[in-house]
C-alpha cells in the first residue's frame, strides 16, 4: 500500500506540475527533476528494504539489516525484552522506535536495556524470541 501510495503521489506531483512548466525558466525544471529524483529515490529505497530484510543470530549477536538503508548489531547480552506484537507500527522505517520489519502483523518487539527499541518480523517469531532470549549460542535464526 505504501508503494502505491509513493508511486500515486510521484504521478500526481507530476501531473500536476506538467503544464506548469509549459514556458518555465531553468530554475523551475530543475526543481521538477529534483522532486521526481527524490520520490523516485524514496520508492526504491523502500523496495529494497523489503524485499533484502534480513535477521542473523551469531556469535552472541543480533544483526538486523533492511536494505542499504538501515543495519544494526545488538549484543543479545543487552536485550531486556523480546515480546510479540500484532501491528508492528514500524515498518521499514516508518514510525516510533527502529523498524526492521517488513510485514505490518505477526512481528517483534526487541526492548534493550538501554530503552531503544527494535521491531522485526522474522518467519517463526517464536523461535526468533526463544534464540534472542538464549543469547544466540544454539546456532543461526530461522
Known amino acids: 500500500m505504501l508503494l502505491f501510495g509513493l ?69 543479545c547480552r543487552d536485550v531486556a525484552t523480546v515480546e510479540p506484537v500484532g501491528f508492528i507500527p514500524r515498518v521499514l522505517g516508518w514510525g516510533g522506535g527502529r523498524g526492521l520489519a517488513n510485514r505490518l502483523t505477526d512481528g517483534l518487539r526487541i526492548t534493550l536495556h538501554s530503552g531503544a527499541t527494535y521491531y522485526v518480523s522474522p518467519s517463526d517469531p517464536e523461535a526468533f524470541a526463544e534464540l534472542v532470549l538464549a543469547g544466540g549460542r544454539r546456532g543461526r535464526s530461522p
Do not use: M
Open 7 to 75: 508511486a500515486a503521489l510521484g504521478l500526481l506531483a507530476c501531473a500536476l506540475a506538467a503544464p506548469e512548466l509549459r514556458g518555465a525558466g531553468r530554475l523551475e525544471w530543475i526543481a521538477a527533476i529534483v522532486v521526481v529524483i527524490s520520490v523516485g529515490g524514496l520508492i526504491a529505497a523502500t523496495v529494497d528494504a523489503a524485499l533484502r530484510t534480513r535477521y542473523e543470530i551469531a556469535d552472541r549477536e543480533l544483526r538486523l539489516r533492511s536494505g542499504f538503508v538501515i543495519r544494526a548489531v545488538i549484543q
